[in-house]
């Protein structure tokens, strides 16, 4: 069980049990909604951090960590910030997993922060290693 805890005032984090990933087949291109911003992290076994700049719209800083020997991904974005995470898409083995947060997840202006996420199991029922994992971005007006 994953508690959730409030990391910003309106972009507040969830946990990966309370958006579930839409499944995505094969290696999916970072496909973001319209006005986001899209970044590609390839596994590391440090948390890589990334300055996140939306021109016009507001800039914050990415934190990333792989997981539970690269099978799950996790993300902050530190305070205070003027960006969200709207939308992340987790691919390992065949196919991918995308957590989207937007409204009718109950968070309409993305999130800051977020644990557990996961690429779909194989066809041997396994968790595979994350490959990558693909994060869109929109501007948090209540950050």
Request: net charge negative; charged share 15%.
């Amino acid at each position: 069980m994953t508690a959730a805890v409030v990391v910003g005032i309106a972009a507040s984090p969830a946990s990966a049990a309370a958006v579930p990933p839409i499944f995505v087949s094969g290696n999916p291109d970072a496909v973001c909604p319209d006005g986001s911003k899209a970044l590609r992290v390839d596994p590391s076994d440090t948390p890589q951090v990334f300055p996140i700049q939306l021109p016009g719209d507001g800039s914050g800083t990415l934190t990333v960590t792989f997981t539970n020997a690269q099978k799950t991904v996790n993300f902050t974005i530190a305070q205070p910030n003027s960006i969200a995470v709207r939308q992340v898409t987790v691919k390992g083995g065949d196919n991918a997993n995308r957590y989207l947060d937007i409204a009718n997840t109950g968070f309409p202006n993305g999130i800051d922060a977020d644990t557990g996420l996961i690429s779909p199991l194989n066809n041997g029922g396994q968790l595979p290693d994350v490959s990558h994992a693909d994060f869109c971005f929109i501007p948090d007006n209540y950050g």
